[in-house]
C-alpha cells in the first residue's frame, strides 16, 4: 500500500516531466537565449521546428519530442507587446485544473492582453494554395489595444482557427474589431480563412465595418456562444458580423449541405450602432436568440442557380441561396429585418416581428411578436433585461439573461406563462419544426442540443425556438440541504433543481389542485409544496419563498439528521399528466454540537515539507533496498 500511495504521488508531483507539451514558463513577452520559456518563443519554435536548428528547441521552448500544444497557466496574464505571428499547426491551451471532473471550463482563463499598438495574433503561413494549417485556441481571454488597428483588433486569421470557451473582448478596429478572416476564392487563390467559434463570448469590441468579425467570405461559424455589447455602425458594413462577398453558385450548394456559415445556438443582445449580421449566399442562422440589439439582420441573399445533371440531361433551378429557422427576432429598435433589392433569404419558424416575415414556407409559418400586447411582454423582470427572473403569475417571455454559478455562458431562458391553458399557447416552446418534406438544401432543423449542450426535445417534429431548450431531466437533481450547529437555521437555494421552471404561486396551486390548503391544512407554500420524510420523522420547519429560497428551522438542539424529499410543482410540469405534475428534491439537514476541539494533527497538506517528506522516504526505499 505504502509503495502504491508513493507511486501516485511520485506521478502527481513529476509527472509533467514526461508531458510532451510545451509549457510557457514565463508570463513576459520576450525572444532571448535563455532556459525560460515564453508564449513568443513556444510559437517561433514551432513555427520552425522543420529546420535542423530547430530540432532541439529554441531558447527554452521544446525539443524534438515537443507537441504542437502550448500550454498557459490558468488565471494568469500575459502582457503580449507586438503580434504573435503563428505559421504552423498549433494548439494554446490553459493548463488542465487537475479535476477528472472539471465542467467550470472558460472561468480560470489565462488572459493574453495587448499592450503595445498591436493586434495578439496574425494567423497566415504565407500560401494561398497550401492546405489551411490548423490553430486552436482553448480556454484563453484575449485583450485587445487601447490602439485602433487597420484589420483585426485581436486577430488577423487567413488560416482555419477554431476557438473554444474563450472571451474576445476590447478589440479595436477599422475592419474586424475582434477579427479579421481573409480569402476569397478564385482560379488562383485555393483557400480561404475559416473561423470557428464555439462557448466563446465575444464583447465589447469595435470597428466602423465588422465590430466582432470582417470576413472576406461567409467562412465563420459560431455556435453556443454570446455576443454582446459590441459597437458597429448604422450602415450594412457597419454590421457586428459582415462578410464582404457571398459564395458563388458553384459554391452555395456545399456551404449550405455542410452548413459551415452562419449561427447556431448563440445568444445576441445589448449590441450597439447597427445590424448584428448581413446575411450572404451559403448562410444558415438557427436556433438564435437576438434581441434587444441596435438592429436586427440586413439581407442580402438572392436565389442561386442549382445545376444538375443526369445523362445526358443538364437542369437547372433556382432556390434560396440562405435561410433563418426556429430563432427568436424580436426587440430590437424596430429594426429586425431589412432586405436589399433582390434578396430572396427564407426567414421560417421563428418568433419575429412582421418586418421579418419573409418568403416562409406554408409548412413552417413564422409566429408573430407584438411589442403592444400585454401578453407578448419580452423580459421578466431583471434590470437592464438582466439579473433575476420576476416570478409567476407575472408575464414575460424571457427571464432576464442570467448566468448560472460555476458557468461561462448565460443566457436568457423561456418562460411558460400562468396564463396558458395549454402547452401550445406558448410562442416560444414546441414551435421549431425540423424538414419533413423529404427535401434537405437548407432546411435546417432542430439543433440537436442547446446553448448549454443539452438534448433539445425527442419529439420527432418540434424544438423550442431560440438558444436555449426548457428541459425536464429528473435524473439530474443535486441533493440540496446544509449542516448546522446548534443554535443556527438553514438557508440554501433550489433554483438550480426546477428543471428549467419556475415554482407555482400558492393562487395557481389553488387552481390547479382543486384544493383551498395544502394536505396539512396549511396554506399552499410556492410549487405546492409537498415534504415527504424518508429515513428520519420531521425534526424542523420548512418555508419556500417564491424564488426557491429555503429557511429550515430545526426543532431544538437535536445531534443527527433529518431526511426528507421536497416535492413541487414548476411551471414547466404543470402540464405533464397529473400524476407526474411533482419534481422531488431529496434533501438532508444535519445539526452538529459546536466544535471547540482544535486539532493538534501535523499538517502534512502540501509546499515544501510535504514534498521533502516525500523524497525522504524514497530516499529509505532506496536505502534498504540497497542494504538487502
Not at 488565471?75 to 479535476?99: F, P, Q, V
Not at 424544438?463 to 425536464?472: F, K, N, P, Q, Y
Amino acid at each position: 500500500m505504502l509503495k502504491r500511495t508513493l507511486a501516485c504521488a511520485l506521478f502527481a508531483i513529476t509527472g509533467h516531466v514526461y508531458s510532451a507539451d510545451i509549457q510557457v514558463t514565463t508570463l513576459v513577452d520576450e525572444d532571448k537565449d535563455d532556459t525560460v520559456c515564453s508564449l513568443r518563443e513556444a510559437v517561433t519554435f514551432l513555427n520552425n521546428r522543420a529546420q535542423k536548428e530547430y530540432e532541439n528547441g529554441y531558447h527554452g521552448c521544446g525539443n524534438k519530442d515537443a507537441s504542437s500544444i502550448i500550454i498557459l497557466q490558468r488565471d494568469k496574464e500575459y502582457l503580449i507587446n507586438k503580434s504573435i505571428e503563428i505559421k504552423a499547426s498549433l494548439t494554446i491551451n490553459a493548463e488542465s485544473s487537475g479535476d477528472f471532473n472539471d465542467s467550470k471550463k472558460g472561468l480560470n482563463n489565462p488572459t493574453l492582453k495587448m499592450v503595445g499598438a498591436d493586434r495578439l495574433f496574425l494567423i497566415d503561413d504565407g500560401s494561398i494554395e497550401k492546405e489551411l494549417i490548423e490553430v486552436f485556441f482553448n480556454e484563453l481571454n484575449l485583450k485587445g489595444s487601447s490602439n485602433k488597428i487597420n484589420d483585426g483588433g485581436l486577430i488577423y486569421n487567413r488560416e482555419s482557427l477554431s476557438i473554444r470557451y474563450s472571451r474576445l473582448t476590447d478589440g479595436s478596429a477599422n475592419r474586424g474589431g475582434a477579427i479579421y478572416n481573409a480569402g476569397i476564392y478564385s482560379s488562383t487563390q485555393k483557400t480561404a480563412g475559416f473561423v470557428s467559434l464555439n462557448s466563446t463570448i465575444l464583447q465589447n469590441n469595435k470597428a466602423d465595418r465588422g465590430a466582432a468579425i470582417y470576413s472576406e467570405m461567409p467562412r465563420y461559424i459560431i455556435s453556443q456562444s454570446v455576443i454582446r455589447d459590441n459597437e458597429g455602425t448604422s450602415a450594412p458594413e457597419g454590421s457586428i458580423l459582415y462578410v464582404q462577398t457571398g459564395f458563388t453558385d458553384e459554391t452555395i450548394g456545399a456551404a449550405l449541405y455542410t452548413g459551415i456559415s452562419g449561427l447556431r445556438n448563440t445568444t445576441i443582445f445589448h449590441n450597439k450602432g447597427g445590424y448584428i449580421a448581413n446575411i450572404r449566399e451559403g448562410m444558415i442562422l438557427n436556433n438564435i436568440t437576438m434581441i434587444k440589439n441596435a438592429g436586427g439582420l440586413y439581407l442580402q441573399a438572392p436565389q442561386w442557380t442549382s445545376t444538375t445533371t443526369s445523362g445526358t440531361t443538364t437542369t437547372t433551378t433556382k432556390q434560396p441561396s440562405a435561410y433563418i429557422s426556429n430563432s427568436i427576432i424580436v426587440d430590437n429598435n424596430n429594426n429586425n429585418c431589412m432586405a436589399a433589392a433582390g434578396d430572396e433569404s427564407v426567414i421560417q419558424s421563428n418568433l419575429v416581428a412582421a418586418e421579418c416575415n419573409l418568403n416562409p414556407p406554408s409548412a413552417r409559418p413564422n409566429f408573430l411578436w407584438n411589442k403592444n400586447d400585454p401578453k407578448h411582454k419580452l423580459i421578466a423582470g431583471g434590470v437592464e433585461d438582466q439579473g433575476v427572473c420576476n416570478a409567476p403569475p407575472a408575464d414575460g417571455l424571457l427571464c432576464p439573461y442570467y448566468t448560472p454559478k460555476d458557468q461561462m455562458l448565460g443566457f436568457f431562458r423561456p418562460r411558460l406563462l400562468m396564463s396558458y391553458l395549454k402547452l401550445s399557447d406558448s410562442l416560444i416552446v414546441n414551435k421549431g419544426r425540423i424538414y419533413s418534406d423529404g427535401s434537405t438544401v437548407g432546411l435546417a432543423g432542430c439543433e440537436t442540443v442547446d446553448q448549454r449542450s443539452k438534448n433539445r426535445s425527442g419529439y420527432d417534429e418540434f424544438c423550442d425556438l431560440g438558444a436555449i431548450e426548457l428541459t425536464v431531466d429528473r435524473a439530474d437533481i443535486a441533493v440540496a440541504g446544509q449542516d448546522i450547529l446548534y443554535g443556527q437555521i438553514a438557508k440554501f437555494s433550489i433554483t438550480d433543481s426546477l428543471l428549467d421552471g419556475e415554482l407555482i404561486d400558492p393562487e395557481s396551486c389553488k387552481a390547479i389542485l382543486n384544493m383551498e390548503k395544502d394536505k396539512n391544512g396549511q396554506p399552499w407554500q410556492p410549487g405546492c409544496l409537498e415534504i415527504v420524510q424518508t429515513q428520519t420523522s420531521s425534526k424542523g420547519k420548512l418555508t419556500l419563498d417564491q424564488d426557491g429560497n429555503v429557511i429550515y428551522v430545526p426543532n431544538g438542539n437535536w445531534h443527527g439528521a433529518d431526511k426528507f424529499n421536497m416535492r413541487i410543482m414548476t411551471t414547466t410540469t404543470r402540464f405533464n399528466d397529473v400524476s407526474n405534475y411533482y419534481i422531488t428534491i431529496p434533501t438532508t439537514i444535519v445539526q452538529d454540537p459546536p466544535n471547540n476541539f482544535q486539532s493538534k494533527t501535523v499538517n502534512v497538506s502540501g509546499g515544501s515539507i510535504g514534498f521533502s517528506a516525500i523524497f525522504m522516504l524514497l530516499g529509505l526505499i532506496g536505502l534498504r533496498r540497497y542494504k538487502a
